[in-house]
């Protein structure tokens, strides 16, 4: 079985920053692209950022220049650093990964999301 396990998340005032991390385990042959969501009370899910193996990033617009997306490949772990966050900020966030299982077969997997609260 293949889980993401998530962490960090919190509750913060507004300026203030969190960490997230999220790291993959049980029968993986690899994982590529790792990446963030989060979605507020009422509202759709959104992308936040998304890393590949190799390292490129992409980031919605509204967190650019404040939230940092990383990883470790040899630990399967992928790491959010939220920086001068904001009262929109505040959402459940969800890890995301896709690569092969053990096996060789497609992998898309979810975590169980961790709740970043923003108070102002």
């Known amino acids: 079985q293949v889980q993401l396990v998530e962490s960090g998340g919190g509750l913060v005032q507004a300026g203030g920053s969190l960490r997230l991390s999220c790291a993959a385990s049980g029968s993986i042959f690899s994982i590529n692209d790792m990446g963030w969501y989060r979605q507020a009370p009422g509202k759709q899910r959104e992308l936040v950022a998304t890393?590949?193996?190799?390292?490129?990033?992409n980031y919605v617009d509204s967190v650019k220049g404040r939230f940092t997306i990383s990883r470790d490949n040899a630990k399967n772990t992928v790491y959010l650093q939220m920086n001068s966050l904001k009262a929109e900020d505040t959402a459940v966030y969800y890890c995301?990964?896709?690569?092969?299982?053990?096996?060789?077969?497609?992998?898309?997997?979810w975590g169980q999301g961790t709740l970043v609260t923003v108070s102002s």
């Open positions: 995301h990964a896709v690569g092969l299982g053990a096996t060789l077969g497609y992998l898309e997997i």
């Open positions: 890393i590949t193996r190799g390292g490129s990033t």
